[in-house]
């Protein structure tokens, strides 16, 4: 299916290191983003990396696509406690059809 | 701009009752998405629109299932009769027209609960 599946499901690390989460698909897309959604609440925007781009960077975020792997990353650097939420990957092919994938939730520890 | 705003926040119904969600998206936005999300099955597309007309729907589980936008700033989603199963956080989001690449913008949800 279009969608991504993220891994870790679940990422404890502390305050000050660096968070890593993967996405993985299994069909072509055009573009991917990842959002944040703190408990209770709807999903925010993070950033969008279109099909032609490999690396973004947007403050202390980072991301990676490959697309010969199917697969991205969404980099967090010096994590914060206000960083902890879940986090989605939401792939098009081409449509304003996004399809999100199952999260990974950080907990980040003061 | 108040952003998407979503009503009720929450609602605690019985089973075989009618829900009525409601949605206003952000002024000028083209496109409405109505979302569900369960521990279960995750976030999951139920249909969306483009200027009011459906244009996917094929994530409806059931014809207990409908949605409607009468016009560009207000949307709903019946379930009727509804169903414990259908117990879930219900999203409405919206994103402006210009392209593939536009964001989502998401409202605070419906948390619904079917006894």
């Known amino acids: 299916s279009q969608q991504g599946e993220e891994d870790p499901q679940a990422l404890s690390i502390q305050e000050g290191e660096n968070a890593t989460m993967n996405c993985s698909y299994k069909?072509?897309?055009?573009?991917l983003q990842w959002y944040r959604q703190n408990s209770g609440r709807g999903l925010v925007h993070l950033i969008l990396?279109?099909?032609?781009?490999r690396e973004k960077h947007s403050g202390r975020l980072r991301v990676t696509l490959d697309t010969s792997k199917k697969s991205s990353s969404l980099l967090i650097t010096a994590s914060r406690a206000a960083d902890t939420a879940s986090y989605f990957c939401?792939?098009?092919?081409?449509?304003?059809?996004?399809?999100f994938g199952t999260g990974t939730r950080l907990k980040v520890l003061a | 701009d108040a952003g998407v705003i979503q009503s009720p926040r929450h609602e605690v119904t019985e089973m075989g009752q009618e829900v009525t969600l409601r949605c206003k998206p952000i002024?000028?936005?083209?496109?409405l998405f109505w979302y569900r999300q369960t521990m279960m099955r995750g976030l999951e597309l139920l249909i969306y629109?483009?200027?009011?007309?459906?244009?996917?729907d094929s994530g409806m589980p059931e014809d207990r299932f409908s949605a409607k936008m009468p016009n560009a700033s207000f949307s709903t989603l019946k379930i009727q009769p509804s169903e414990p199963r259908d117990s879930a956080v219900y999203f409405c989001?919206?994103?402006?027209?210009?392209?593939?690449?536009?964001?989502?913008?998401f409202g605070p949800g419906t948390r619904l609960t079917v006894l």
């Open positions: 002024s000028g936005h083209d496109y």
């Open positions: 069909t072509s897309i055009n573009n």
């Open positions: 629109f483009n200027n009011n007309v459906p244009i996917d």
């Open positions: 939401a792939l098009t092919s081409g449509t304003y059809k996004y399809i």
């Open positions: 990396i279109r099909s032609n781009e």
């Open positions: 989001a919206s994103s402006a027209a210009g392209g593939t690449y536009n964001e989502q913008f």
